[in-house]
């Protein structure tokens, strides 16, 4: 539990002139020691000599109050939530600006539109898998991933709820370059909450007045963290957050991009109008609308990965919002740090996608148990992942004998290097393994 900011003004009103000249002639900023501290973790450092701590955050709050922005976006006592545009935010913000649109640039050979297509779908199933686990879905990556790319059925709650975030995830896509409203979002909850709840009709339905709300608890201690707003405003509210994600921020209330979407995040989840899924309803809000504003890394990038790593302090920044004036900055900050380290991890994986599709081409060259033609063949293959082959395709590409041809295909097959289809097609069609490179260094 995080202890509330005390009244900064009233300790502001308790100063003697004097005092307040020295204190604020000490160059006090909203980031004592270089961080955006909150009062839970400030005052258990040493405050500046002659101080206590509580006037040491009444001068820090001051330095913040002077630089506050507020937002259209109110607690259920009218009290609007707004941030601090500090230093860190605006340099976090300058340096994903520089990455996610446009400048993170994806190597030639993962650029291709077969290879996107794939990263793509491996980032869908990455989100819908991890963003189901931080709501407690049991079932393993490896499990979740062979149900979505084979095309099953889900045999359990769990894999539907995976399921579930993926056809949502991909329906986001879809929407990008339309606008919200509480419709959709109640379609978004309804998908990825179909065959999940206890009662099917909770499904894409926002808690009704008189319905006993549903608060956040500390599970370990079975503490309320978060008590949502009643359900009569629920519908009130819900249009507010729509008008406010559709909003056009320019001139002096620009709110950056951003920014924008990690507090329509912030803003469901806060909320909580459904019984379960407020999370990956938010989350897909966030990426929603993350792609309607340009950010196209965003369609290739998991957050919750990153969120399922440290849950603890993705709670802790919702409360240090809640529990200082309706602070956006500590959340802001936090998923500044979620997002920077997913695109971190994207980079990495470019990195060794594009390690390994040159490595495979170094160890085609000097396989000596292949031929020039099934060499050009993998080549192909290995810069176009969708394709398919025939013999007598094969056979046209160098102009020799279908006898020649076959045995160069299945010769392919027999390696592991190419897959027959199983359809009773005339002529037989081959396709391209997804682990082709690691097939193509296992057999050399």
Not at 71 to 97: C, I, K, M, S, W
Not at 209 to 215: L, Q, V
Request: with cysteine; hydrophobic share 40%; proline share 6%.
């Amino acid at each position: 539990m995080i202890q509330p900011s005390p009244n900064w003004q009233a300790t502001l009103g308790r100063f003697k002139p004097q005092q307040m000249r020295k204190l604020l002639g000490r160059d006090m900023g909203p980031c004592p020691r270089g961080r955006y501290r909150h009062w839970d973790n400030l005052r258990h450092l040493k405050a500046p000599e002659g101080f206590s701590s509580e006037q040491w955050w009444a001068a820090v709050k001051y330095a913040r109050h002077m630089l506050r922005r507020d937002l259209p976006f109110l607690d259920t006592v009218g009290r609007p939530f707004g941030y601090v545009p500090v230093a860190q935010l605006e340099d976090r913000l300058h340096h994903l600006d520089s990455q996610a649109t446009g400048r993170l640039a994806m190597p030639e050979a993962v650029a291709r539109p077969a290879h996107r297509d794939r990263y793509l779908i491996s980032s869908l199933i990455e989100e819908a898998v991890t963003s189901s686990q931080l709501e407690g879905a049991a079932t393993t990556r490896r499990v979740a991933v062979d149900m979505l790319r084979s095309g099953r059925s889900p045999r359990d709650k769990d894999e539907q709820m995976i399921f579930n975030n993926y056809a949502a995830m991909s329906q986001i896509r879809a929407w990008r370059d339309e606008p919200m409203t509480p419709e959709r979002v109640c379609e978004l909850h309804r998908m990825v909450t179909e065959d999940t709840l206890d009662d099917p009709a909770d499904a894409g339905r926002p808690q009704a007045p008189g319905e006993t709300r549903i608060a956040v608890y500390d599970n370990t201690r079975n503490r309320v963290l978060h008590d949502p707003p009643a359900a009569k405003h629920l519908e009130v509210r819900m249009q507010a957050m729509c008008e406010f994600a559709n909003r056009r921020f320019e001139g002096g209330a620009f709110l950056h991009p951003v920014l924008h979407a990690i507090c329509l995040h912030f803003w469901l989840a806060w909320d909580h109008p459904f019984v379960d899924g407020n999370g990956r309803t938010a989350r897909a809000l966030f990426y929603w609308k993350m792609l309607q504003a340009d950010y196209w890394l965003f369609e290739f990038i998991s957050i919750s990965t990153v969120l399922r790593k440290s849950q603890g302090q993705y709670k802790r920044a919702f409360l240090e919002t809640e529990t200082d004036e309706q602070d956006l900055t500590y959340f802001f900050l936090h998923q500044l740090d979620v997002i920077e380290q997913a695109v971190g991890e994207l980079e990495s994986y470019l990195a060794r996608k594009q390690e390994q599709l040159a490595e495979a081409e170094r160890l085609l060259r000097v396989h000596g148990d292949l031929n020039h033609r099934q060499l050009s063949m993998l080549s192909h293959a290995l810069r176009n992942p969708d394709a398919s082959y025939t013999v007598q395709s094969h056979q046209r590409s160098h102009g020799i004998v279908y006898a020649t041809a076959r045995a160069d295909v299945l010769d392919l097959v027999d390696k592991g290097l190419l897959i027959k289809t199983r359809h009773a097609r005339k002529p037989q069609r081959f396709t391209v393994p997804v682990d082709l490179p690691d097939r193509v260094k296992a057999v050399t």
